[in-house]
């Protein structure tokens, strides 16, 4: 059961443009979200954070947008550079007993930003 | 800053061989995790630990073991590799806190087994 889902295994926009990656999930009890991006042969690299508290996160190009009713959130990146392209995962977590957390991931969308 | 350093980056071995992948972190991490990623696919958590002398199961721990004897350090055991053991390996750490966890990762291990 994949309780983070992305839909899109990849994605192709025009540099200069916008890319819009989407996440859903399915457990309502996540709170905290992350969004990691991955070059080839690299570890993944953390990109930005939304709590559940806010429903807009913004970092410079890089935004995201949490839709807790719909169970989605977003990543916006404005412009969009050749430099992006990587795989996107999108990861959740909830507190747990114990006051401890467990990331969730998605399976990740690749993203080719082409000049 | 070296943040998660894994070693070795690439390793062949053959069926029924054992080996020790390495991490360490300098960050004063209390959790650290061992995640696997086959082609297409996402991470999955191997094992996890959240301090010293503490270390847990996670998604697909079976044909691995792991130990954490001190904070920094979180070696991944492979005892018989199996082809289905060929895979890229991420070490990463994390302070874990009540508000969020960000996790660090690694470069990445690349292991094929024949």
């Known amino acids: 059961d994949q309780q983070v889902k992305q839909n899109s295994p990849s994605l192709s926009v025009q540099e200069g443009r916008i890319s819009i990656l989407n996440c859903d999930y399915t457990?309502?009890?996540?709170?905290?979200f992350l969004w990691y991006k991955k070059y080839p042969a690299e570890g993944p690299t953390f990109l930005i954070s939304?709590?559940?508290i806010k429903d807009k996160n913004e970092d410079g190009r890089f935004t995201v947008f949490l839709n807790k009713s719909a169970k989605h959130l977003s990543l916006h990146i404005v412009p969009s550079q050749p430099g992006d392209s990587a795989v996107y995962f999108c990861?959740?977590?909830?507190?747990?007993?114990?006051?401890?957390?467990?990331?969730?991931w998605g399976l990740g969308t690749s993203l080719a930003v082409n000049p | 800053n070296a943040g998660v350093t894994q070693t070795p980056k690439f390793r062949i071995l053959k069926i029924g061989q054992s080996m020790t992948l390495q991490c360490a972190q300098d960050?004063?991490?209390?959790?650290m995790y061992w995640y696997r990623q086959d082609p297409g696919m996402g991470l999955k958590l191997i094992y996890y630990?959240?301090?010293?002398?503490?270390?847990d199961k996670g998604e697909v721990p079976n044909g691995y073991n792991v130990s954490r004897s001190t904070t920094e350090d979180f070696p991944l055991r492979l005892e018989l590799a199996a082809p289905s053991q060929t895979s890229v390996y991420f070490c990463?750490?994390?302070?874990?806190?009540?508000?969020?966890?960000?996790?660090?990762f690694g470069e990445g291990s690349w292991l094929t087994v024949v």
């Open positions: 990861a959740a977590s909830a507190l747990r007993a114990g006051n401890n957390r467990k990331l969730i």
């Open positions: 630990s959240v301090g010293a002398g503490i270390t």
């Open positions: 960050m004063n991490h209390n959790y």
């Open positions: 939304i709590s559940s």
């Open positions: 457990n309502s009890m996540f709170d905290y």
């Open positions: 990463a750490s994390s302070y874990s806190s009540s508000s969020g966890n960000t996790i660090y």
